[in-house]
């Protein structure tokens, strides 16, 4: 787990960086006009940011300064996080570890086409989820049972209705309608 938030930490350190930084007047970027920061020596950081940047222990004196600092502020983020949220992150890369690429793709794919959205869509679809999150265990349960009983077909119409319809201002919207006898084999994963 902690190899995986280092990798993410080394990724978010990439020469992007560099390129997100708000340029001066004169267009060159902050980080350039800062004086670069000095190495710092494994040994002479903190046992926490030892431990949590340890996949990194046999490169990071070899790291350019930058990228350590870059590293370090990271991890000082990290560790300044709550336990809780902290938990809740690493249960979310557990779980995009285990998917399958296929799954991964798909994940990929639907966070493009939410991004895609109109604000005030995005908006309503992502009260619609905390309150989701927010019912009762077995109320999302019943209702996720009932969506994975429904075809594509079906599940397809559904959310065309809620397209085209929009959800009601300050709710959930309507769940899916019940399965049809006899409405088709389900094909979807889900």
């Known amino acids: 787990m902690r190899l995986i938030l280092a990798f993410g930490l080394l ?3 990439g020469p992007s960086a560099l390129y997100a ?3 001066s007047p004169q267009g060159v970027p902050d980080i350039l006009r800062t004086a670069a920061p000095a190495p710092r020596p494994w040994q002479s950081l903190s046992p926490a940011q030892r431990d949590l940047l340890a996949p990194l222990h046999k490169d990071w ?3 350019p300064p930058r990228k350590q600092a870059h ?3 990271k991890s000082e983020h990290w560790l300044a996080l709550p336990p809780q949220q902290r938990e809740k992150i690493r249960e979310r890369i557990a779980r995009w570890q285990a998917m399958t690429p296929e799954e991964r793709r798909l994940a990929r794919e639907n966070m493009r086409k939410f991004h895609e959205l109109p604000p005030q869509q995005r908006r309503e679809l992502h009260d619609a989820f905390r309150q989701f999150q927010a019912m009762p265990p077995d109320r999302r349960e019943a209702l996720l049972r009932q969506w994975r009983s429904l075809s594509i077909e079906q599940r397809q119409q559904w ?4 397209r085209h319809g929009g959800m009601p201002h300050g709710g959930m919207p309507p769940p899916p309608p019940p399965p049809t006898p006899g409405a088709g084999v389900r094909h979807h994963p889900f």
Not at 159 to 162: L, T, V
Request: charged share 20%; glycine share 0%.
């Open 159 to 162: 959310i065309d209705h809620m």
């Open 61 to 63: 004196n070899t790291l």
């Open 21 to 23: 930084q708000d340029s």
């Open 71 to 73: 590293m370090l502020e």
């Open 11 to 13: 990724l978010a350190a």
